[in-house]
């Protein structure tokens, strides 16, 4: 018999941030897993198109509570205590928004994924695509793949789409919900940087604070101000202690009148840690590529030619106008385009905004979250003020944090089938794709559908009594709940 031939409990199409959390916790609740990814390495937006800015952020709400925890405090404590992680920040002027961060460098973040889904026995398949379901009546029974030697049908008793954009749902005839060409969000390609002079562009920081973004800080339920958050670019001798740096706007714009900066986005990057304290500069705002639909392939190839294009020029200005930038180079530019936006999946419960701004709460709460509503962003050179001043933009009140319900993970009608990472249902406005968000809904995916597959039921069954979930979660460290 090979690996083609066995029946699983659980099949995992798709190896992001979601899909690994998803195999790693479902095996752990006892499933015998098989985790399927199209490229050769796990990861997905978190490494080949990433890392993302922030990388693992927002595990606070800006009262300051833990509301994150589970695989992702797992994984950045495995990587701090090797030395590839830094610290979870919480510098008060971004703590009261919830902009905290940590981050971790994403080649031994791959490694250490690597390890985890063999310490715990799960059944990797690289290189394969997944290209349908197997299915009798409304009911998935498996998956057919596109292998290296050609196609073939996997049976497993409960399938997970962790595709980030529900290419599985969608074909297994899903409901699914996708904005059109004409409003999607802009895509991006990001590169990472090294050979920075931190000490020339530290001082440049310093003596103009006022050339940098501040509005995405200011929180209604909070006392922050833009002062504070100038103050703190003022007082910076330490790059990690930003977060970011977006805006050298005077700069930008004298780029801008002389044609060597393009209209499609601002200027600034994030940060990346390297071994020996090393910290690279990582773009992934200086392209962006609008009417892209990640559900039609010649729109992907125009978005990734077009981002190339738009990234050289930024790269140039970032050379010629930027104080430390000088002897700086490229060290990796990313080989999958960072899709912002895409199709959710209609489940038996679909978030909304309203649910995020009230902060609800769901006998079914399977993770916890304080991610804002309607982050949306365009493509021109104000982007993250355009975000600030969104009218669908909503805050969890008073600073606090939302319940994710279990059924947002269920699709309707279609049995035997579950959801996790950015597609899983909810409005445009309550998109749930920041990484915590796509490795707690992962998390309790993996865990449901190792349940389902243990007792024969279906995910849908599932909901009537979701305490034996909720009691796994608990024990794999996940936060369900916050005192009021
Ligand atoms: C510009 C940008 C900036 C961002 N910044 C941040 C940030 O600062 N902080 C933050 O927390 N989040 C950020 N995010 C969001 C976050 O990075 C992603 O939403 C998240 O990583 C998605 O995880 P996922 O598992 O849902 O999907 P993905 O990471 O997309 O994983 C899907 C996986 O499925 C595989 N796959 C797809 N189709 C198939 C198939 N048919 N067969 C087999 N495999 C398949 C893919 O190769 C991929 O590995 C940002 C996103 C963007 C676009």
């Given at each position: 018999m090979n690996g083609f031939d066995v029946t699983y409990d659980v099949i995992i199409c798709g190896g992001g941030t979601s899909g690994v959390s998803a195999a790693i916790c479902g095996a752990r609740a006892g499933a015998n897993v098989l985790l399927i990814e199209r490229f050769g390495t796990v990861g997905g937006q978190f490494n080949v198109a990433g890392p993302p800015g922030f990388t693992y952020s927002r595990l606070f709400n800006p009262k300051g509570q833990k509301d994150t925890g589970g695989i992702v405090e797992e994984t950045h404590h495995r990587l701090y205590e090797t030395g590839h992680a830094l610290p979870h920040m919480r510098p008060a002027w971004r703590a009261k928004a919830g902009y905290t961060?940590?981050?971790?460098?994403?080649?031994?973040?791959?490694?250490?994924?690597f390890d985890m889904l063999e310490e715990e026995g799960v059944t990797l398949l690289?290189?394969?695509w997944v290209t349908g379901v197997l299915k009798d009546g409304n009911s998935v029974s498996g998956v057919r793949v596109e292998a290296v030697d050609g196609p073939h049908d996997i049976r497993g008793k409960v399938?997970?789409?962790?595709?980030?954009?529900g290419y599985i749902a969608a074909r297994a005839g899903c409901e699914m919900k996708c904005v059109s060409r004409d409003e999607i969000q802009p895509h991006t390609m990001a590169f990472t940087v090294d050979g920075v002079d931190w000490k020339k562009t530290l001082q440049y920081v310093r003596d103009h604070p006022d050339q940098f973004s501040y509005k995405h800080l200011l929180n209604p339920y909070t006392d922050n101000t833009k002062e504070a958050v100038y103050e703190a670019y003022s007082k910076c001798y330490n790059p990690i202690e930003l977060g970011e740096l977006m805006g050298f706007y005077e700069l930008r714009d004298i780029a801008l009148l002389n044609g060597d900066w393009h209209p499609f986005s601002g200027a600034g990057f994030f940060f990346t840690p390297k071994e020996g304290g090393v910290v690279q500069a990582h773009f992934q705002h200086s392209s962006q590529v609008d009417h892209c639909l990640p559900t039609d392939a010649w729109d992907l190839t125009r978005c990734n030619i077009e981002c190339r294009k738009q990234n050289q020029i930024a790269w140039r200005f970032f050379k010629n106008y930027v104080p430390g930038f000088e002897h700086a180079y490229i060290t990796k530019q990313c080989n999958e385009l960072r899709i912002r936006e895409g199709p959710r999946v209609v489940g038996d419960y679909v978030y909304t905004r309203d649910d995020v701004i009230n902060c609800a709460r769901f006998d079914d709460v399977i993770g916890m979250s304080s991610f804002r509503a309607g982050a949306y962003h365009v493509s021109s050179v104000d982007v993250l003020s355009a975000v600030s001043g969104h009218k669908d933009l909503g805050q969890p009140k008073d600073g606090g944090s939302y319940d994710i319900p279990y059924r947002c993970l269920v699709p309707k009608k279609i049995e035997n089938l579950l959801v996790a990472g950015?597609?899983?249902s909810a409005?445009?406005?309550?998109?749930?794709?920041?990484?915590?968000?796509?490795?707690?809904t992962g998390q309790a995916a993996g865990v449901a559908a190792a349940l389902c597959a243990r007792d024969g039921k279906t995910p849908r069954e599932l909901e009537k009594d979701v305490s034996e979930l909720q009691k796994i979660l608990l024990e794999q460290g996940a936060i369900l709940s916050l005192p009021d």
């Open positions: 961060f940590s981050y971790v460098d994403p080649d031994w973040w791959t490694f250490l994924i690289l290189d394969t399938v997970i789409d962790c595709t980030g954009e950015k597609c899983i409005d445009r406005a309550a998109y749930m794709r920041y990484v915590q968000q796509t490795m707690i």
